[in-house]
């Protein structure tokens, strides 16, 4: 089972992600908490897998309280923010305070319990739309100069345009190349996996070495840096 803490300020929309979490039958709602510092206390106690964070909430929003419980190596849980509100700053905020996911309130059933379930499997959940605006921020030309340093594109003495140069500059074997550049496709392991015909197992093996190799956080940062250096 999947253990869920659903952090939201309104008692009525954790009433309705109980609902169609605990629907699924692979999903526990372990706990709730209603504000940022609540949800830090009851991520320390609870030990969920995945929590499923709103961002304006009284005392402390959820942007903080996801910096803090990421921050926590004792809280291994991941966060999937889930906001009504669909802005840039929100996502990039969500990103650099190192949320596995990015969803608005008024996605489907199918696809917060898919949410829940990327997360739990320590997959990012990046949408091509998420990913282009991503891109659009940290590539070339944009506007990066506020981002955390975790996601930001690498300085400019270290960029290059040349793809072969910049494998190797990383040592990616060519195995990790092609996983890399499926990762900026925004696919997940799954995806990968099919695509390459190797076991998923495999393909998060994969996954973990090239972000070792690029010094990455997380696909975020891949992702950034395999647009950034012609490997997408």
């Known amino acids: 089972m999947i253990r869920v803490l659903l952090v939201d300020d309104h008692a009525v929309m954790r009433a309705g992600f109980r609902m169609i ?137 270290h960029r290059t345009d040349d793809a072969a140069a910049a494998t190797v500059a990383v040592d990616l074997t060519d195995r990790e190349s092609e996983v890399l550049r499926l990762l900026a496709q925004a696919m997940s392991n799954a995806e990968i996996a099919r695509q390459l015909f190797i076991g998923e197992a495999t393909v998060k093996t994969h996954v973990s070495n090239v972000l070792q190799k690029l010094g990455a956080r997380d696909r975020v940062a891949a992702v950034v840096y395999a647009h950034r250096h012609g490997l997408a």
Do not use: W
């Open 21 to 157: 979490l605990e629907a699924a039958g692979d999903i526990e709602i372990v706990g709730e908490a209603g504000d940022g510092a609540a949800a830090i206390g009851a991520a320390a106690d609870l030990r969920p897998d995945v929590i499923c964070m709103d961002v304006q909430m009284p005392d402390m929003d959820g942007l903080e309280a996801t910096r803090r419980i990421v921050a926590d190596p004792a809280i291994e849980a991941s966060v999937v923010i889930v906001t009504t509100f669909d802005r840039d700053d929100y996502l990039f905020q969500a990103l650099a305070a190192g949320a596995s996911g990015f969803l608005l309130k008024n996605a489907g059933p199918e696809e917060l319990t898919s949410a829940v379930r990327i997360a739990h499997g320590g997959e990012a959940l990046l949408s091509p739309t998420v990913t282009k605006r991503v891109i659009e921020r940290f590539a070339p030309g944009g506007s990066f100069a506020d981002a955390d340093p975790a996601i930001a594109p690498a300085p400019a003495a």
